[in-house]
Every structure is written in structure tokens, then in C-alpha cells.
């Protein structure tokens, strides 16, 4: 079915999975329909259903794409061996930040991924248990203290990027760069003056 029309057939369905995740986005679910998509899209309703057998059939492609993506993302973000002490925050502040990036740089599939998803709350347990994975094995390269449960770690930062995604990412009063200095900031020094901020010392940008 994907194929149907050649190039042109997929051009049509990358502009209804596009129209798609924005009505999702901004109606839900059950208040959106599909003659309100084929209508923005510039299609017929029959043609909606050459590519998707039903509106929740594109939904669903919708939330696959997206938890697809960021699994994959959360498992490339893993730190190498050989890393200079001095150098870990840094990489810690651009893996944070990639993930804001790429968290922003599709607000509607992000509201729809994370938010929208009936499947959200396991879903976002499975990242956690990725980034436990991530953490632990950089735990054992001496990235980290050795006395942190980075199970506990990981919940923490899914439910950090989580809430600052709700509250200034999708409505667009910060940008991923800020959140990201912010939340690592908080994690690497804490919040102790005596531990100075991440700006003062110099160690990321």
C-alpha cells in the first residue's frame, strides 16, 4: 500500500502523517477526524485510506515513529571509554541537549509521543531503562560515583526532561540549549553554592 503511487504516492502519505500528528497534537485523538486531514492535506478521504486503514492505524505509525526514534537516539548517546574526566560534563551537557533538539525539532509528535500516548507511561519506562543502561556502563568506566543507584538516576532525568518538555519546550519559552545547562548543572554540581555553577567554573559552555 505504501507504494501505490510511486514517489508521488509517498510524498502523499509523508503530508498526511504530517497533517495528521498536527491535528493529534491540537485536538486529540477522538475530536480529530479523517475528512479534516485529507481536507488540510490537499487529498480525497478515499485516498486516505490507499495508505492508512483508519485513523487509528496512523496514530499508532505516529507513536511507533516516535518511540522508535528516541530509543534510538537514547541508545547512541552512550559515552565511550577514554573520555577525560575533565571533559565528561561537557558531553553530558551536549547529550541532554541533543535530546531537547530533537524533542523540539517536532513539537506535534513530540506532544503525541509523550503526552498523548496511551502507551506513554510505559514508554518512557522502557527509555528509563535504557538510559540505566547508558549510565551504568559508563558508571563502570568512572564517568560517575560508584555509590549512585543510576536506576534512580535515569527515572529522575526521563521525568526531568519530561516536565520541562510540557512546561517550556512545547510552548516555546526556552530553548533545548538553556534547558539542557540547567538540568545539568543541577545534576553534575548540585545545589550547594559551594559546589559553583557550571558557568563560574568553566567546565561547560
Same mark, same amino acid.
Given at each position: 500500500?505504501?507504494?501505490?503511487?510511486?514517489?508521488?504516492?509517498?510524498?502523499?502519505?509523508?503530508?498526511?502523517?504530517?497533517?495528521?500528528?498536527?491535528?493529534?497534537?491540537?485536538?486529540?485523538?477522538?475530536?480529530?477526524?479523517?475528512?479534516?486531514?485529507?481536507?488540510?492535506?490537499?487529498?480525497?478521504?478515499?485516498?486516505?485510506?490507499?495508505?492508512?486503514?483508519?485513523?487509528?492505524?496512523?496514530? @499508532?505509525?505516529?507513536?511507533?515513529?516516535?518511540?522508535?526514534?528516541?530509543? /534510538? #537516539? %537514547?541508545? =547512541?548517546? *552512550? &559515552?565511550?571509554?577514554?573520555?577525560?574526566?575533565?571533559?565528561?560534563?561537557?558531553?553530558?551537557?551536549?547529550?541532554?541537549?541533543?535530546?531537547?533538539?530533537?524533542?523540539?525539532?517536532?513539537?506535534?509528535?513530540?506532544?503525541?509521543?509523550?503526552?498523548?500516548?496511551?502507551?506513554?507511561?510505559?514508554?518512557?519506562?522502557?527509555?528509563?531503562?535504557?538510559?540505566?543502561?547508558?549510565?551504568?556502563?559508563?558508571?563502570?568506566?568512572?564517568?560517575?560515583?560508584?555509590?549512585?543507584?543510576? @536506576?534512580?538516576?535515569?527515572?529522575?532525568?526521563?521525568?526531568?526532561?519530561? /516536565? #520541562? %518538555?510540557? =512546561?517550556? *519546550? &512545547?510552548?516555546?519559552?526556552?530553548?533545548?540549549?538553556?534547558?539542557?545547562?540547567?538540568?545539568?548543572?543541577?545534576?553534575?554540581?548540585?545545589?550547594?553554592?559551594?559546589?559553583?555553577?557550571?558557568?563560574?567554573?568553566?567546565?561547560?559552555?
Amino acid at each position: 500500500m505504501k507504494n501505490r503511487k510511486g514517489r508521488k504516492g509517498e510524498e502523499s502519505r509523508k503530508r498526511l502523517l504530517k497533517v495528521a500528528a498536527n491535528e493529534f497534537s491540537i485536538r486529540g485523538f477522538h475530536d480529530t477526524k479523517v475528512s479534516t486531514i485529507v481536507k488540510r492535506a490537499g487529498l480525497t478521504q478515499p485516498s486516505f485510506y490507499l495508505y492508512f486503514p483508519s485513523k487509528q492505524a496512523i496514530f @499508532e505509525e505516529l507513536i511507533t515513529d516516535f518511540h522508535s526514534r528516541v530509543r /534510538h #537516539l %537514547t541508545e =547512541s548517546l *552512550l &559515552l565511550e571509554s577514554g573520555i577525560k574526566q575533565t571533559d565528561v560534563s561537557n558531553r553530558v551537557l551536549s547529550a541532554v541537549e541533543t535530546v531537547f533538539q530533537f524533542l523540539a525539532a517536532d513539537l506535534d509528535l513530540t506532544r503525541i509521543g509523550f503526552f498523548l500516548n496511551p502507551d506513554a507511561k510505559q514508554m518512557k519506562k522502557d527509555l528509563a531503562m535504557v538510559l540505566k543502561d547508558n549510565l551504568e556502563a559508563e558508571q563502570r568506566l568512572g564517568y560517575f560515583r560508584s555509590d549512585l543507584d543510576m @536506576e534512580t538516576v535515569a527515572e529522575c532525568l526521563i521525568g526531568i526532561i519530561e /516536565h #520541562l %518538555t510540557d =512546561s517550556h *519546550l &512545547l510552548p516555546g519559552s526556552k530553548d533545548p540549549a538553556s534547558l539542557a545547562a540547567q538540568v545539568v548543572n543541577l545534576l553534575i554540581y548540585g545545589m550547594l553554592p559551594n559546589q559553583g555553577a557550571l558557568q563560574k567554573r568553566g567546565d561547560i559552555r
